[in-house]
């Protein structure tokens, strides 16, 4: 029988009991990531090309002991906000991967499918070539492009006020089709330093982070959370289909307006701030979902979390790697993250999309 | 005894072509109704409706002397399961998981599972056969363990009226039979009302107590399955020439399908 020669040639994740889910196991998973985030945050913080010691970081960071001005400058107004902004980015990206697998029952879907990416970054582009600050004027104007570009790909997909999921797929990538053509014409009619920034912005650059982002992207994505954590058990079962799910008594269509635009606001958000970074939505909620199994409850918050460490790894990476340079984040996720997915593509793919 | 479930003058249409008109019928409690009829003749819609997935824009439908639509959803829930004809899960939901999910209309706003949910999962689950798999990932399973799995989550939802859409239609011999069985002794042992559409005309006929024969949307004919399938009820709603005798064992009715090549011609 086919099932069980996948068996032996596909060793089964050593965690997954099948044994369902509880709180407890949310929980100790939970604290588990939290723990594994404050270690790269912490060790993130002493990197860099002024050096400042690990021990310092926790005597300073448990309330003992003081950092000279240099240091302290250093690590709370340069890397800090880097850091927990790199953070938000990859939670909020990381989540969006994993509902968005769900709503359309896509095992490739990833927050940027219905063109937020490139709604984001013709408004930033625009932004940069009228000259637009990187503080407000260039944010300000990408997050209204991406939430232009999803309230058009979903107006044109909902017919009789029903979200169908293989024509919002089929509308987000002509959109995105579509707004890419205009980038490379501001691309290639721009030659000065604007260039750069443009570059820069495309591949996804936190040098820019400022605590006023934080501020204003963290309650949003705390309230969206909340709200699509609500949602798990709906999502569990939308995956099993939807006529599945609307006989059980879940909403379908509610579900799926309120994570979409829910989605789309937060990484409309904080891809105005970060720029574009690929390959965090897929491939976290992946790795998440062969150790911990597709259980949303599960699921939600381990992609979430462990979204956040893998970004603020990657963008340690991509200021030190090459220090004094920096590279764009977006290039170290996509450096990791492609040869990654081939792999894991390769090895367990027809366990996604076999029926 | 008053019916599980009655409907009167039930009328549907999706776009402009009504395609459900004036449908009348109750479900006995205890009894597997056999819905059967052509392709399009709207077996799916009548059970979408049953389950108040699709609301009626004419006629009644009453579920316990209730009408269908004073319940809430997660009501109805709790009352009408659903076995659909295939379910496919994009990613490796354990068995015990997917049979757990049933229990989805019973939970409150906490959103886990409690030891009394478990036990009801497991017991549908030894019902059903399928404990062994409880590890399993559902995509894995063959077709007919896989039907045994949905029908265990039907079981754990605890409703007392289950439709099945054509659950058998993948099936070889042998693990059609196996379903039917399972059916039958669950509807005597648990008190079940089943509705089950299927296809296959004669071995429905060996475990309904009444069937129901859907033509263009409309009841053609109800009773007991000698009652409805006859060489004439079947040949003029299928429009192809049958044959209908006794089968041997069983004393139900028994359909074959006669080739429209002509009599007496015979494959060179």
């Known amino acids: 029988m086919r099932g069980s020669e996948d068996q032996t040639r596909r060793p089964r994740p050593a965690k997954r009991d099948g044994q369902g889910i ?21 060790i993130s913080l002493s990197l860099g090309p002024a050096k400042v010691s690990l021990r310092d970081i926790l005597a300073w960071s448990i309330g003992h002991g003081a950092l000279d001005q240099q240091a302290w400058m250093i690590i709370y107004k340069i890397r800090l906000p880097r850091i927990l902004l790199a953070g938000l980015v990859g939670f909020s990206l990381s989540l969006g991967g994993v509902v968005f697998q769900a709503l359309l029952r896509n095992p490739l879907a990833e927050p940027f499918i219905l063109g937020i990416s490139s709604g984001a970054a013709v408004g930033a582009i625009i932004g940069i070539v009228f000259g637009f600050g990187f503080h407000l004027g260039v944010p300000l104007l990408s997050f209204m ?13 909902s017919r009789q006020g029903g979200l169908e999921s293989a024509t919002l797929l089929l509308t987000g990538v002509i959109v995105n089709a579509f707004f890419t053509a205009v980038i490379m014409f501001f691309i290639a009619t721009t030659s000065d330093s604007r260039l750069h920034s443009m570059l820069f912005w495309l591949y996804g650059d936190l040098s820019q982070s400022k605590y006023i982002q934080l501020s204003i992207s963290l309650p949003l994505i705390l309230i969206v959370s909340g709200i699509i954590y609500f949602f798990s058990r709906h999502l569990n079962l939308i995956v099993g289909g939807e006529d599945t799910a609307l006989q ?21 958000v904080v891809i105005s701030f970060s720029g574009i ?23 939600i918050p381990a992609s979430a979390i462990g979204g956040a460490c ?36 390769k090895q367990r793919g027809s366990q996604w999309t076999q029926s | 005894m008053d019916p599980e479930l009655i409907l009167r003058g039930v009328f549907f249409r999706y776009e402009q072509q009504w395609c459900l008109r004036g449908i009348d019928f109750e479900l006995r409690k205890g009894e597997i109704l056999g819905l059967i009829g052509p392709n399009g003749s709207g077996k799916s819609t009548l059970l979408k409706i049953i389950d108040g997935v699709l609301k009626i824009p004419k006629g009644e439908i009453l579920l316990r002397n209730k009408p269908l639509s004073t319940y809430k959803r997660g009501d109805i829930a709790r009352q009408i399961a659903m076995v659909p004809q295939e379910s496919t899960f994009r990613f490796p939901f354990s068995v015990f998981e997917v049979v757990i999910m049933g229990r989805f209309p019973h939970l409150g706003l906490f959103p886990f599972e409690g030891e009394e949910d478990v036990k009801i999962a497991r017991q549908s689950m030894r019902l059903t056969h399928t404990l062994d798999l409880a590890k399993r990932s559902i995509n894995e399973l063959s077709g007919g363990e896989k039907q045994r799995v949905l029908i265990a989550r039907a079981l754990t939802q605890r409703a007392h009226i289950i439709l099945l859409d054509e659950p058998t239609s993948f099936l070889d011999i042998r693990h059609k039979v196996e379903i039917f069985d399972l059916i039958s002794s669950l509807t005597l042992t648990q008190g079940l009302s089943v509705i089950i559409v299927s296809h296959d005309i004669s071995l429905a006929a060996q475990y309904c107590h009444r069937m129901l024969l859907l033509d263009k949307g409309g009841v053609y004919k109800i009773g007991e399955p000698a009652e409805v399938i006859t060489a004439d009820t079947i040949s003029t709603v299928y429009e192809c020439p049958v044959l209908v005798d006794k089968n041997p064992i069983s004393k139900t009715p028994r359909l074959t399908v006669l080739s429209r090549r002509g009599e007496g011609e015979t494959l060179a």
């Open chain 1, 22 to 42: 509880t709180l407890v196991k949310v929980v100790i998973t939970g604290l588990i990531l939290l723990g594994i985030l404050i270690i790269i945050i912490l």
């Open chain 1, 145 to 157: 492009g991406a939430l232009f570009t999803v309230l058009l790909v979903i107006g044109i997909s």
């Open chain 1, 248 to 268: 059980m008594g879940v909403e379908v269509e509610l579900v799926k307006w309120v994570s979409f635009l829910g989605i789309s606001l937060i990484t409309g």
């Open chain 1, 277 to 299: 970074i690929g390959f965090v939505g897929l491939i976290v909620p992946h790795i998440m979902r062969m150790l911990l199994g597709p259980d949303h409850r599960l699921l």
């Open chain 1, 310 to 345: 893998f970004l603020i790894a990657a963008d340690t990476l991509a200021r030190t790697i090459i220090s004094p340079s920096e590279l764009p984040v977006g290039v170290v996720t996509a450096f990791l993250g492609a040869p990654f997915f081939i792999y894991l593509l």
